[in-house]
DNA sequence: CCACTCTCTGCAAGCGCTTGCAAGCCCATT
DNA sequence: AATGGGCTTGCAAGCGCTTGCAGAGAGTGG
């Protein structure tokens, strides 16, 4: 007990000068606590409760070995006494280490994310970390400043989702050998770690399903431009085609945003052409449901009349109305794979960058059938 | 520049005692080096670049008053050139204040609380904080222990989304003037500054527009129970009926989940009474869908057959399937006016505490219309 | 020309914690 | 009984930054 005062007050000393430099610091310290709001226990007070010294609370709150049985059991009950709550602030500053990971990404309201998002949260505590999460709302002159500030010693690691081009902080990461991971980025990303979806393989599988069906006239409603993903999922819908023959017809190919609303208006453009297609796939699920409106509206049967093939398969695509036919993309998993990967390069961040490409798989219900009518190619 | 040297020097040394340690201590500062992966310019790669003080640098950092124009730009550009960023940790732990604020919440994937977010993301930017977001996935264990975290010394502030009950740790934040705000939180908070949308009242005002309307057997398929807007809205609906005279029947009102499948469920329940309602009320815009679902599966056409009225005025409710008519919460509001009042906390954690009440809106849409068989009370 | 007031800058202390080093302790071994 | 070595513990230094205080210039009025 009185070893604590002297803990302290060697504390508060340590490099003082003059008489009146100690009363100026009692002053200080004075107005410290009173702009300080919330003055809660330190290990210092825990230190002085059990009457040891501040080091071996720290050790006590780390559990490190080499503290004997009886002392820790003192210890901690001092800081059950006082609630004592660990500082987390200052033990990153001090560790250098805040075991807490960033994910960064544009929006998080969408179903396609948010699935991404609960595999992430999930991996983030078992391996317990915390989750820093930042929306940039599409603001892309204050992604680079979140890095920054998020690298500079608010997360240990980066979890990234970002469109196709690689902005510049990327390479300043890479430089530097900061742990971080891209999520669903599908395109050129040299000397990063990435998972994505096997967009291109999957989508092939998908058309490739569509023609074994019967399906001549595919429209294709493809993604937003600047997504990665976009362009392998096309580049699946030409192999395919090509695979089986069929010539690509550009008026069959709209572009769409993955959005609902888009998926509507994009699948009215194509029914209304001469020859519209016997069959639509789009990019998302959520714009296959803006195809079924379109597909309702126009009184087409589906699948009789319209057959319509999503991508991501989620939740909602069981239930909400027709249950419909789509690519899965195991979101979820994405999301745990992401992050393993990150805390492995949080353990050792020199290793060679690896592409985790996930396996998509055709999930067929209700939404697909062959065509009613054979198409005049 | 030589300065810099002896500034570093004086830091270093501060307190040291014979030339061993001061070898050891060299020795230390390599091993700390090496253990430190990103070795980043701190304020005082700046200071020696710039030839000023390490002070003079954090003040241009935090745009003080009394620097010199001149030395200003001298440190800026020295700061360009190193490409310093500041520790926010280092920040948070000497200043007690980190510009961040938290969110904590159960679950963020559903398109309720994913319109609130969007609202406190905004205001929280606007007021040039950070966001600090935290699931707890109805772990109400670590809820505490986020909470403990978080308040201390993680954030400044707090937005807490909460069920009924107010947890322990509710009352600790409050006995230590912790500024932080509960979000929808439509029960008694002795105390607390609270956020929520007038459940009630909004009810009551929809409930009374499908009397008006002519229908007499009125469904109230209910929230989560444990959620106090639940509650509210059922006194709404009773108040109403009340008022109208309507004797309140059990059989009329099933507990819900705000879900959409138990929204479908609860729905066929009603629709296969002896005497079904002729409308029916939901906690939800989401469980609405599900009524939707129910009512389409069941023959019935709406509104002519059966009105359907939900609560939220999600975007969905607007372009999915049937245009819905719905009680809207001003949701995107709720999360700003949360933000301000928490800011306002954050300038003076003494002030009395607030409950604010969003007013509702009765948004009137295709599924509700006059009965189109007159039911016999 | 001096006292006085502003403006500007530097120093020291400290935020709450981690961690290398060293010293003390205790026990087994020779 | 002396030595060695493994446990325990304490001390000091430092993580990168903020901030009160004091001292140094630069004006300004008497």
Redesign the pocket.
């Known amino acids: 007990m009185t ?1 604590s005062g ?2 302290r007050a ?8 003059s008489a009146r ?1 100690e009363a ?2 009692t ?3 004075g ?2 606590l009173a702009a ?1 709001r919330h ?1 809660r226990p ?3 007070d825990v230190a002085r409760v059990s ?6 609370v ?2 006590v ?2 559990g490190h ?7 820790r059991q003192r210890v901690q009950a001092a800081m059950a006494e006082l609630g ?1 709550v ?2 987390v602030t ?2 990153a ?4 280490r805040t075991q807490a990971v960033g994910l960064l990404a544009q929006e998080i309201d969408n179903p396609f994310f948010s699935v991404v998002i609960k595999g992430i949260d999930q991996e983030v505590s078992v391996a317990g970390y915390d989750l820093l999460l930042c929306t940039t709302h599409s603001r892309r002159e204050k992604e680079a400043e979140y890095v920054a500030r998020l690298s500079h ?1 608010m997360v240990d690691g980066l979890l990234i989702v970002l469109p196709t081009r690689l902005p510049e902080y990327v390479e300043h990461l890479r430089a530097e050998q900061y742990p971080f991971v891209l999520i669903d980025h599908d395109s050129d990303a040299p000397g990063c770690n990435v998972i994505n979806a096997a967009n291109r393989d999957g989508t092939r599988a998908g058309i490739a399903y569509l023609i074994e069906l019967g399906h001549r006239r595919i429209g294709f409603i493809s993604g937003r431009p600047d997504v990665g993903a976009t362009h392998e999922r096309f580049a699946g819908y030409q192999a395919a085609l090509l695979e089986a023959g069929i010539p690509l017809d550009d008026r069959l190919v709209v572009e769409g945003d993955f959005l609902e609303s888009r998926g509507y208006t994009a699948a009215a453009d194509l029914l209304s052409l001469a020859q519209p297609p016997t069959a639509i796939f789009t990019s998302s699920d959520v714009a296959a449901f803006g195809v079924l409106g379109a597909a309702r509206d126009a009184g087409l049967q589906v699948p009789r009349d319209l057959s319509v093939l999503g991508f991501d398969d989620i939740e909602e695509a069981s239930y909400r109305g027709a249950a419909l036919s789509t690519i899965r993309q195991p979101l979820r998993e994405m999301g745990r794979v992401a992050v393993q990967r990150l805390m492995s390069l949080l353990a050792d961040p020199s290793q060679p960058a690896i592409r985790t490409v996930m396996e998509t798989e055709l999930v067929v219900r209700q939404t697909t059938a062959p065509p009613h009518r054979v198409s005049s190619t």
């Not at 060697?10 to 000068?17: E, H, I, T, V």
């Not at 070995?65 to 002392?71: C, D, L, M, N, P």
């Not at 500053?93 to 250098?96: D, I, K, M, V």
């Open positions: 070893t002297r803990i060697a504390r508060s000393l340590s490099g003082s000068s430099s100026t610091a002053s200080i310290e107005a410290a300080r003055t330190t290990i210092f009457g040891v010294s501040y080091s071996t720290s050790r709150v780390n070995a080499y503290v004997r049985e009886s002392t004592y660990a500082h200052a033990r500053l001090a560790s250098g010693g």
